[in-house]
């Protein structure tokens, strides 16, 4: 679950998506571009690619299911 990626090349550096993002994951960098800066608060609730006007933001709401490690 989560943001999956965001394009960099298609990203504007509007900050909609840090603006209205409920549990604050996203930050914007130096070059005034999105980053994820904490993905596993990411509730896969889609504001930031639903309010994203270049669409440079995919989320995958669908639950992952992770093999555990050994150790």
Known sequence: MGIRRINVDLCTGCGLCVQH???DVLRMDEDKKAYIQYLCDCQSCMLCE????E???YVNSA?????????
Not at 50 to 53: H, R, V, Y
Not at 63 to 71: A, H, N, T, V, Y
């Open 21 to 23: 993002c409920p549990m």
């Open 50 to 53: 639903k309010l994203c006007p």
């Open 55 to 57: 669409e440079a933001i």
């Open 63 to 71: 639950f992952e299911r992770r093999i555990p490690l050994p150790w």
